[in-house]
Nanobody, 113 residues
Framework: QVQLVESGGGLVQAGGSLRLSCVAS????????MGWYRQAPGKQRELVAT???????NYADSVKDRFTISRDNAKNTVYLQMNSLKPEDTAVYYC???????WGQGTQVTVSS
């Protein structure tokens, strides 16, 4: 059974940066599209970014030019580099392995103004 473990969240001031990591167990990682999603209090979970097995990227309009998704198949890890953070980026960030629908436990990102 695939498991995903996120890390890298924390408290940062507006304008700052964080890098999230998500480590997956199992060989299926390199075959699957990976995604980062987020859920703010009282809101639905929303897509942040995805990266296919071949490396094609897709971003939500709200994070384009600020966030970068990447993957290292040798380490079974997907990253989310977040720059120029805004208070509205505050949320729990979740990693998703698309082919199995597996979710991580989430990591909290809080951006203070």
């Amino acid at each position: 059974q695939v498991q995903l473990v996120e890390s890298g969240g924390g408290l940062v001031q507006a304008g700052g940066s964080l890098r999230l990591s998500c480590v997956a167990s199992g060989r299926i990682f390199r075959l699957s599209t990976m995604g980062w999603y987020r859920q703010a209090p009282g809101k639905q979970r929303e897509l942040v970014a995805t990266i296919t097995a071949g490396g094609s990227r897709n971003y939500a309009d709200s994070v384009k030019d600020r966030f970068t998704i990447s993957r290292d198949n040798a380490k079974n890890t997907v990253y989310l580099q977040m720059n120029s953070l805004k208070p509205e980026d505050t949320a729990v960030y979740y990693c998703n392995l698309q082919v199995t629908g597996t979710w991580g436990q989430g990591t909290q990102v809080t951006v203070s103004s």
